[in-house]
């Protein structure tokens, strides 16, 4: 059976067929904007459902479906409430742009800035939430109190700041937790002249000890703090990923399935990506132990407040274990020492006379 094979134009198949004598013809494949054009129409409804689902996944991820503000103030919580809903920030409303919730937060500041010092709206998926912190208002009329400034711990006084009260401690002393500083008893010639308030804070260094262990080889995973959403197919084992033009080499993701079909294993996912900061190192003795160290001191600022500070640091002991090495760190830190301790108003009892 003798067969001959030949690319024509689609325009000139109508003209084989009416010159065709005993020969069949056979259309075996399209070429071009034809074949393009017949793979459409044969997807067609697979690609009106892709469309429609994009649009309404499109359309329910910037819509509302819930506005949660975190707090224990009911009333403000109200007031709040109805502010937002003035603003379009309510159940199934559309989501707010960046430069509109700047604007509603700056508005909400202005409106209750007797009550309110910040507030935050963070949009979460379908989601609003709202934190915001209520102003402390000061008492003006309440009475002072007496009272000495003492030593809440062990240390060696480094510096004074003192607005009133009669210094007993000087720089460079060691006290220890519970002695009075400051005094707020007036003394005069070992007599008590007066009862006031001492003010004022007490600076000290305070040895702190941490132990800290940290291997050869390492390996730090972090966040950038960069994170988009991703639109994702699954169907069977495999993820296809739409619009996603700036990938990310190492990243977690998280999934939130928007539609899936029980009968055919495909679903569309809306998939948070956050990237990840990977590193790997391969260190030696002493690079362990400069990073232990590292990691002691980064541990304890952590834990001490805004005021204090890191002072001076000594290496006390280096143990190697299997795989890296434990290292004892003693470091000094510069911190307020004191503390209030309420005293009574000292009165003289005259002795009577027989």
């Known amino acids: 059976m003798n067969e001959v ?49 994009m649009l309404i996944i499109y359309f329910l991820s910037n819509l509302i479906f819930r506005v949660d503000i975190v707090t224990n103030d009911n009333v403000m919580r109200q007031k709040i409430s109805k502010y937002l809903n003035k603003k379009g920030i309510s159940k199934y409303h559309l989501k707010k742009s960046y430069s509109d919730l700047q604007e509603i937060k700056k508005d909400i500041l202005n409106d209750y800035k007797d009550e ?23 008492d003006l009329t309440k009475d002072n109190k007496f009272q000495n400034i003492i030593a809440k711990k062990n240390a060696i006084i480094y510096s004074m700041d003192i607005k009133s009260g009669q210094i007993i401690k000087n720089r460079f002393d060691y006290v220890k937790k519970g002695d009075v500083i400051v005094s707020g008893y007036i003394y005069l010639n070992e007599r008590i002249m007066n009862t ?41 084992n495999n993820d296809i990923n739409l619009f996603n033009f700036n990938k990310y080499k190492d990243y977690k993701k998280t999934n939130k399935v928007l539609f899936k079909n029980n009968i055919l294993p495909i679903s569309i996912d809306m998939e948070k990506q956050e990237e990840l900061d990977i590193k790997k190192e391969n260190n030696s003795y002493k690079e362990a132990v400069d990073e232990a160290v590292k990691n002691a001191l980064k541990k304890l600022k952590k834990k001490i407040d805004d005021k204090a500070y890191i002072n001076d640091y000594k290496v006390l002991n280096v143990n190697k274990i299997n795989d890296g090495v434990s290292v004892d760190v003693f470091i000094s830190v510069i911190e307020v020492i004191s503390e209030y301790q309420e005293i009574e108003e000292y009165k003289e009892i005259d002795s009577e006379q027989p």
């Not at 004598?21 to 017949?38: A, P």
């Not at 040895?207 to 960069?226: E, F, R």
């Open 196 to 236: 006031i308030k001492a003010e004022g804070d007490v600076y000290g260094e305070v040895w702190y000890k941490i132990k800290v262990k940290y291997p050869y080889k390492y390996k730090s995973i972090k966040m950038t703090g960069k994170s988009k959403k991703v639109l994702s197919i699954k169907f069977l």
């Open 116 to 138: 309110i010092d910040w507030i935050e709206i963070e949009s979460i998926g379908s989601k609003y939430i709202v934190r915001f912190e209520p102003r402390i208002k000061t």
């Open 5 to 53: 094979i030949i690319t024509i134009n689609d325009s000139d198949y109508d003209k084989v067929i009416e010159n065709k004598t005993i020969y069949e013809i056979e259309v075996i494949s399209y070429q071009g904007l034809i074949k393009t054009k017949k793979v459409l129409f044969a997807y067609k409804y697979i690609l009106i459902f892709i469309i429609l689902s």
